[in-house]
T-cell receptor, first 114, second 111 residues
Framework: SAVISQKPSRDICQRGTSLTIQCQVD?????MFWYRQQPGQSLTLIAT?????????ESGFVIDKFPISRPNLTFSTLTVSNMSPEDSSIYLC???????????FGPGTRLLVL | QKEVEQDPGPLSVPEGAIVSLNCTYS??????FMWYRQYSRKGPELLMY????GNKEDGRFTAQVDKSSKYISLFIRDSQPSDSATYLC???????????FGKGTLLTVNP
């Protein structure tokens, strides 16, 4: 398995502001992802965080809204920019462990935008 | 049609019951199949994973995959109140390891 921590665990933010979420892993991993889990919805992949290069975004998600950094193989940040109430959600990072290839999730960041 | 369909429930059973949770998927390229358990206010926890059709057993849990009908199941034997959680199925394929999730089934096991 993998030990993954996220900060903050929760936050309440005002409309129009930005929040940066941190994800820290206990050992180096090649693949790291960011997901969103909206109330009553399935987990939706936002982007793949690539070390040393720009993140790869899924359809419907753009870098201006969700900038991502991946400075090394154990750490990544996701920023939710210019927030609106529709951004209220749980944001989760995940990593892939090899042999077998399985994906593990962090505890999530619960965001409420007023 | 959504790529992964899962009945959201809720599902309520008495302690000791056998629980059956099911998902269907549409993409025949999916190669790996996972079940996650998510307790309230926690991140998803990997419960079972499999890469082929057939059954995989781990204690009280059995994961079943039928690729011909694109159907995946999770069975829980002798269910316990501690099994009360949301169960998420997930599938994926290829080297990018991207997963597509079902909406999750909320299970309550009553003592």
């Amino acid at each position: 398995s993998a030990v993954i921590s996220q900060k903050p665990s929760r936050d309440i933010c005002q409309r129009g502001t930005s929040l940066t979420i941190q994800c820290q892993v206990d050992s180096q991993v090649t693949m790291m992802f960011w997901y969103r889990q909206q109330p009553g919805q399935s987990l939706t992949l936002i982007a793949t965080a690539n070390q040393g290069s720009e993140a790869t975004y899924e359809s419907g998600f753009v870098i201006d809204k969700f900038p991502i950094s991946r400075p090394n193989l154990t750490f990544s940040t996701l920023t939710v920019s210019n927030m609106s109430p529709e951004d209220s959600s749980i944001y989760l990072c995940s990593v892939v462990r090899a042999q077998p290839e399985t994906q593990y999730f962090g505890p999530g960041t619960r965001l409420l935008v007023l | 049609q959504k790529e992964v369909e899962q009945d959201p429930g809720p599902l309520s059973v008495p302690e000791g019951a056998i629980v059956s949770l099911n998902c269907t998927y549409s993409n025949s390229a999916f190669q790996y199949f996972m079940w996650y358990r998510q307790y309230s206010r926690k991140g998803p926890e990997l419960l079972m994973y499999t890469y082929s059709s057939g059954n995989k057993e781990d204690g009280r849990f059995t994961a079943q995959v039928d690729k011909s009908s694109k159907y995946i199941s999770l069975f829980i034997r002798d269910s316990q109140p501690s099994d009360s959680a949301t169960y998420l199925c997930a599938t994926g394929g290829g080297s990018n390891y991207k997963l597509t999730f079902g909406k999750g089934t909320l299970l309550t096991v009553n003592p």
